[in-house]
């Protein structure tokens, strides 16, 4: 429905099988402004209204080849927006009733009139024009809803994404915030610690030397192998927190992944893993401290060792992909549970009943150091594969 533009002429379509009522009613009604189009039957004017679609329509009710109410019930039904003026010379309330509620705007008697007809027909057209401006104002407010409510919408999504974000951020720093209190407890630690756990070890060491007695010198060789243990667990603290050294050179993942791979020959050789390496070539170097990527590897490649079976398989795949290098390290262990997933990179967790639960969270921590990230790509009872990810190019760190 539109609304009439401002400065053009109303049309009128007159339906009447009288000549001379139309030239009459046209005259009139030419007189006043309208533009008047004229009909003298019923499908006459039905074609009119699908060619022209006047605003107003003065119908006779007694039309030679169809009742008025029907006519005006199919006008409204097609053409709502066309306001229909009924007149008739055999009226009754009842009459008028049924076709005001058939649609018809004004209903007029015949004789009727000149003066009030005119007046009469200005009326319907101002409530015509009232009217259609309601419904285009209502039909813009229910759009500027429609627009609002989509709004919304995407405000509660943009501010459920912030929440996360921040959700995440706060997770972060608490973890970051957890090594580094770790680092520092370790550090001040590690020495006191480390003194009398050398002489646990030295004592030891003197004391299996003049023991014969089998059973005897396996004891003293667990202890030495626990004191081995919490020596390596004291050391893995110290590093988790320590970021001080940060010697940056021109370093290849793919050599720093063989280089790590290597530190674990004797265990793989014992257990009997098959390993695989696929590489793409040339993998661009870039600017990192050596060590502390190889921390990345060395205790990703530790926990898929720890995870596999006898004649496992390991898999590590090295690629360069817009500007980001990747590795994965797949391995066919038993995968990890869903709620596991990201806590095994919290602090402190750990499934194992002899882990630490810090390889992981330290090796995400490097990583995000250097503008990439640790992360489980896959995993299922048929085994797990990390993603490591870290830009080719490196910004200096402060």
Known sequence: ???????????????????????????LLGARGYQVLQADSAAEGLEIMAASQPELVLMDYCLPDRDG?????????????????????MGSEELAVELMKAGASEYLLKPFDTRLLVERIDAVRKLREIELANQALQA???????EIETWNRELQVRVQERNEALHRAQSEIAQTEKLAAL?????????EIRNPLNSISLFTQLLREGVEETETAEYLGKILKEVDRIDGIIHKLVDAANRSRLVVNDVRLDQI???????????????????????????????????ELEQIFTNLLMNAIEEMPRQGRLAVEISSTDGLLQVRVADNGKGIIPEHIEAIFKPFFSTKSRGTGIGLPVARRIARLYHGDVTVETTSPAGTTFLVCIPCEQQTRG
């Open 257 to 291: 992944v063989r280089d790590s791979l290597e530190i674990f020959a004797p265990q793989i050789e014992a257990r009997q893993i098959a390993v695989t390496i696929s590489c793409q070539e040339p993998i661009v170097p870039i600017k990192a401290d050596r060590t």
């Open 1 to 27: 429905m539109t609304v009439r533009k401002e400065g053009t002429a109303v049309t009128v379509l007159v339906v009447d099988d009288e000549a001379a009522v139309r030239a009459l009613l046209a005259s």
């Open 140 to 146: 813009e407010r229910e759009h500027l809803l429609c």
């Open 183 to 191: 680092g520092y407890l370790a550090a001040g630690m590690a020495h």
């Open 69 to 89: 109410l029907s006519v005006l019930q199919e006008i409204k039904a097609r053409y709502p927006a066309s306001y229909v003026i009924m007149v008739t010379g």
